[in-house]
Every structure is written in C-alpha cells, then in structure tokens.
C-alpha cells in the first residue's frame, strides 16, 4: 500500500499533535503546520494527498491580500 500524506495546519499545538498522534496509528505520514502561511510554504514543497485545516482561520491567512 503506497504511503499517504497528509498535512495537518492548526494554530492550536495541541490539536496538531492530537490529529497527528490519530493519524500515524493509521498509517499516514503526517507534516504539521501552525498557520496558513506555512501549511502554503508547505504545499508549494511537497504533494500532500490531504490538507487537513483549522475551520475557524488558521492565523490569518484569509485575512491576507
């Protein structure tokens, strides 16, 4: 089975390590971000099968022109 990536961005630590922690068990290699800029900086380096982000604005970055 190929690996999985998934790339999980959420300005709140402890949900990160959560989600990451749920994740690996399953098999999935998981990269982490704190915000939305680096989970783009992240993207532009790397494919990612899933991105998997904060609903209520991951740091800003909606706010951003």
Do not use: F
């Not at 971000?33 to 899933?50: H, N, P, S, T």
């Not at 740091?59 to 022109?65: K, L, V």
Request: hydrophobic share 35%; charged share 30%; aromatic share 6%.
């Amino acid at each position: 089975i190929p690996q999985k990536y998934v790339l999980v961005a959420d300005d709140s630590h402890t949900t990160r390590q959560i989600e990451k922690m749920i994740l690996e068990v399953e098999g999935y290699n998981v990269t982490l971000a704190c915000d939305g800029i680096e989970a783009l900086e992240k993207v532009k380096q790397q494919r990612y099968d899933i991105v998997i982000t904060d609903t209520n604005n991951v740091c800003g970055i909606w706010e951003q022109d």
